[in-house]
């Protein structure tokens, strides 16, 4: 098993609906959790952290870790347009550089 | 707080070309990266430096070399460049905490195309 994997989508989701992207890690990165979108051409931008089990909310985006069954996942609701971006997610294992997965283009159709 | 820097932004060599690529970043941040990413590819680390001073290989550090140059510069340094290096080359920094929020933040990126 790769260390973090993502499905690359697309991910197609009209406007307003909820979008959700899931990510699956192994042993090794489970401390804590990174969302980054990316813009295409453009760097990938944090959006979220989140390091212990649970939900955590910031806006419109939930992120939530579920340590047992080793996923971590992304809630955007009310999507619009301008979510439509690729989302990274990463993961740490303390001390080494994160780990990455490839991402899931996610494609929000008005 | 300009936050990452990378220069150039764009650059074009031929093949057996040599360059640096530059990065410097304002948020004293202990650790810095050099990534690539190829469609498809996602983000593949070339190399990293812990802390000034340290720098070790990531997943494909051939035909690349880094400087720490101090706590705020790394450079990549592509002795001579190949086609297979063309690709958009992304700088990052994070503060490597031991209890781990290792966030990491990146630079806008180096795309550059070798013929």
């Known amino acids: 098993q790769k260390e973090v994997e993502q499905n690359s989508g697309p991910l197609s989701v009209p406007e307003g609906a909820i979008a959700s992207l899931n990510c699956t890690y192994s042993?090794?990165?489970?401390?804590?959790f990174f969302w980054y979108r990316q813009y295409s051409g453009k760097s990938p931008e944090l959006i979220m952290s989140?390091?212990?089990?649970g939900d955590k909310e910031d806006g419109r985006f939930t992120a939530q870790l579920n340590k047992a069954s080793q996923y971590v996942s992304l809630l955007i609701r009310d999507s619009q347009p301008s979510d439509s971006a690729t989302y990274l997610c990463a993961g740490d294992s303390g001390n080494t550089p994160l780990v990455f997965g490839k991402g899931t283009r996610l494609s929000v159709i008005a | 707080n300009a936050g990452v820097t990378q220069t150039p932004k764009f650059q074009v060599l031929k093949t057996g070309q040599s360059m640096t690529l530059q990065c410097a970043q304002d948020?004293?941040?202990?650790?810095m990266y050099w990534y690539r990413q190829d469609p498809g590819m996602g983000l593949r680390l070339i190399y990293y430096s812990a802390s000034e001073g340290t720098t070790d290989k990531g997943e494909v550090p051939n035909g690349y070399n880094v400087s720490r140059l101090n706590k705020r510069e790394f450079s990549l340094r592509l002795e001579s460049a190949a086609p297979s290096q063309t690709s958009v080359y992304f700088c990052?920094?994070?503060?490597?905490?031991?209890?781990?929020?290792?966030?990491?933040?990146f630079g806008p990126g180096t795309r550059l195309t070798v013929l």
């Open positions: 989140i390091y212990s089990n």
């Open positions: 990052a920094s994070s503060e490597a905490r031991l209890a781990g929020g290792n966030e990491q933040f």
């Open positions: 948020m004293n941040h202990n650790s």
């Open positions: 042993d090794r990165v489970s401390q804590s």
